[in-house]
């Protein structure tokens, strides 16, 4: 058995229509057979009935006319102008009674109209035959003979000649009245079995009607019911609709969205629950690292998937700013402790800014080495020329002052390379500081990729739902618009259809109108060709009244296809909040580029501190190169001492004496500097 709910939509439509058209059909076709069935009545009535009629009376008036004729003959004394009254006044009607009577025979009649046909043809025979022997009677101037055998004989025979005619109008006018109640009955009959099947068939398309009303009805109740649920966030909740039609479809296709939509949200809440547990991670080092535990780093065990990715990369940036900065406090350390031959670590791998960085920290170490070197190396010929002053012992007493001098000298320019170390320690923290603030800006980039990340994860689930939304409801358009030009198709078949019953029933009230002309015309013979033209128009006015209720019935139904119409204008509607999902989805990604300027901007500021870093590594060397004046200046002054020693020519006392201090000031300049490690 076939079941409603396996039919589409365009197929119970298609049902409503074909059972409207079929009870449209049988009601026509009823009404064609009993308009045939009354208008070949009408055809006999007219043909047969009024026929006979017609020419009964027009054979009685010729009658009457053939009689005043003999009374003229009669009453003429002239012979001459009998003979003219005869030939103009009774001859030629007798003609035509002969001719009416040809006439009359020639269509059928009953028994008892032949019976008294038979008698009238003879009656008037046997009449015309009298009354030509009482006019030759006349003509032989035999008036008493004549006059006697018109008054005895032949007014009996012309009597009987129009009992006849009267009998026979009588036998057509009670056959008329025999059609007229068989009419009658007919149309009665008709009228019944219309009503009758009519009512059927319009309890039979009701029932058809309320059945599919019903069936969509429910199963559009479930879809809504269904869509409330989800949209109310009921994303568990399933329409199970069953079936094979539109509504079915529509359903599973709402069941799978479901389905996968409840999917997306739990992966959805898993992601979250991810994503805040990273952002927590970060933060907690962020704020470790802002607390000055540079080696503070992010547990990746707890971690999977991209947000393992996002934190191992978190990682990475720490590694990539902390490393080169405890490295850097690492040799700075070894420089105030007098250890310049430390230098950066060669494995260390490092790129770009941070390159020239350690190649900065390396060339300090090494240029402050260098002057280190050179002081010892000064040093070592002052202790060269002193032992050389052991043979020049009268000249050191004259440049033992001088001496003296150039050792303060030398004293002031230690204390000033003292400071430009400090200077190089000041420039150590200023470039510290500077890569705290890179790893700050780095911190805020990292967090606005991870909300970046998070947009465009939300853009394009509303970019899905709203393409999918979208595809569906136009899917669902397409096949509503296409049943409704199919019905709105049939309906004009149907306008059609009542179109010709409408015509036929004009025609037939133009034929009524006919009869009643013509019954009009017949007097009171016409009277039943008048009661039957005025039911045969009632008959016509019926059937136009049924074929107008009929155009009412498609006119609802228009309508009711006005309504659908309406309601796909309301699903336009919902076509265009999709379209508004759609432009809240392009306003998510607007944001996203916010965003990714915002992180732009971030490692702008992250170029900025390095800026900062490339001029606090130019302070240190400039720093280096006053040191490298300074200890150029000790060695001239070492110059300038080993001039005066070789012009000393004191005594002995006072070569002993300024020898014991100038090696005493040598030894303290040795043991300062022997605090200093280079390379």
Not at 19 to 43: E, K, R
Not at 183 to 207: N, R
Not at 367 to 388: D, P, R, Y
Not at 503 to 532: H, P
Request: proline content about 1%.
């Amino acid at each position: 058995m076939i079941q409603l709910d396996d039919l589409t939509i365009s197929k119970k439509l298609l049902i409503l229509v074909i059972v409207g058209i079929l009870a449209i059909i049988v009601v026509g076709c009823i009404g064609i057979f009993s308009t045939q069935q009354i208008n070949g009545q009408l055809g006999e009535l007219y043909q047969n009935k009024y026929a006979h009629s017609v020419l009964a009376l027009e054979a009685y008036s010729d009658m009457m006319s053939f009689a005043v004729g003999g009374y003229m003959l009669t009453l003429e004394p002239d012979p001459v102008k009998k003979v003219a009254i005869q030939d103009a006044n009774q001859l030629p009607y007798v003609a035509s009674f002969k001719e009416k009577l040809a006439e009359y025979e020639s269509i059928p009649m009953n028994e008892d109209e032949t019976a008294v046909f038979t008698d009238l043809k003879q009656a008037s025979t046997e009449y015309f035959d009298l009354a030509q022997q009482t006019n030759d009677l006349n003509f032989a101037g035999k008036v008493e003979e004549s006059t006697k055998l018109r008054t005895e004989v032949l007014v009996p025979t012309r009597q009987k000649t129009y009992d006849g005619l009267a009998k026979l109008i009588e036998l057509n006018t009670q056959s008329a009245n025999q059609y007229y109640l068989d009419a009658q009955a007919g149309y009665q009959s008709i009228v019944l079995i219309t009503v009758i099947i009519t009512i059927i068939c319009a309890i039979i398309l009701l029932l058809i009607s309320w059945l599919i009303i019903r069936n969509l009805t429910r199963r559009i109740n479930m879809l809504i019911t269904g869509m409330g649920e989800v949209g109310a966030g009921n994303l568990s909740h399933r329409i199970a609709l069953t079936g094979k039609d539109e509504i079915t479809q529509i359903g599973s296709s709402f069941d799978s969205m479901a389905v996968n939509l409840e999917k997306q949200s739990h992966e959805i809440n898993r992601n979250i629950e991810r994503s805040k547990q990273a952002n927590t991670a970060i933060m907690n080092v962020a704020n470790a690292i802002k607390s000055g535990n540079i080696d503070a780093t992010i547990n990746t065990s707890e971690h999977e998937g991209e947000f393992l990715v996002t934190v191992q990369s978190v990682n990475d940036l720490i590694s990539a700013f902390v490393h080169p900065l405890q490295e850097a406090m690492n040799i700075v350390n070894k420089f105030a402790a007098g250890n310049f031959a430390a230098r950066y670590d060669s494995k260390s791998q490092v790129k770009g800014d941070f390159e020239k960085f350690k190649n900065a920290l390396d060339n300090s170490g090494m240029s402050v080495s260098g002057a280190i070197n050179g002081v010892k190396k000064e040093v070592n010929t002052l202790s060269g020329v002193m032992e050389e002053t052991n043979a020049g012992a009268e000249e050191v007493t004259s440049t033992i002052t001088m001496l003296a001098q150039n050792s303060s000298s030398v004293s002031m320019l230690a204390e000033r390379n003292s400071s430009s170390i400090s200077q190089v320690l000041s420039a150590m923290d200023d470039l510290s500081k500077a890569v705290g603030a890179v790893a700050s800006s780095a911190e805020e980039a990292s967090e606005k990729a991870m909300h970046t990340v998070d947009l465009s994860k939300k853009g394009l689930n509303l970019a899905g739902k709203a393409e999918t939304g979208m595809n569906g409801i136009m899917v669902s358009f397409e096949d509503t618009g296409n049943n409704i030009q199919d019905i709105n198709n049939q309906m004009e078949e149907i306008g059609k259809i009542v179109d010709i019953i409408t015509g036929i029933s004009e025609q037939t009230g133009l034929l009524a109108l006919n009869a009643a002309i013509e019954a009009a015309r017949a007097g009171e013979a016409g009277m039943g060709f008048a009661v039957v033209a005025d039911e045969v128009k009632s008959l016509a006015l019926e059937s136009q009244k049924s074929a107008e209720n009929i155009a009412t019935i498609i006119g609802n139904l228009q309508k009711k296809s006005q309504v659908v119409s309406d309601s796909m204008t309301e699903s336009l509607s919902e076509v265009k909040s999709g379209n508004e999902a759609v432009r809240e989805t392009l306003g998510v990604f607007n944001e996203i580029v916010q965003a990714i300027n915002v992180i732009y901007e971030q490692l702008a500021e992250g170029a900025s501190a390095s800026e900062e870093q490339a001029a606090a590594v130019e302070e240190i060397t400039a720093s280096v190169h006053e040191i490298e004046t300074l200890v150029q200046q000790t060695a001239k002054e070492a110059v300038d001492s080993a001039a005066a020693t070789q012009e000393v020519t004191a005594s002995i006392d006072q070569i002993s004496r300024a020898i014991s201090e100038a090696t005493a000031s040598v030894q303290r300049i040795a043991a300062e500097m022997g605090q200093f490690t280079v390379s």
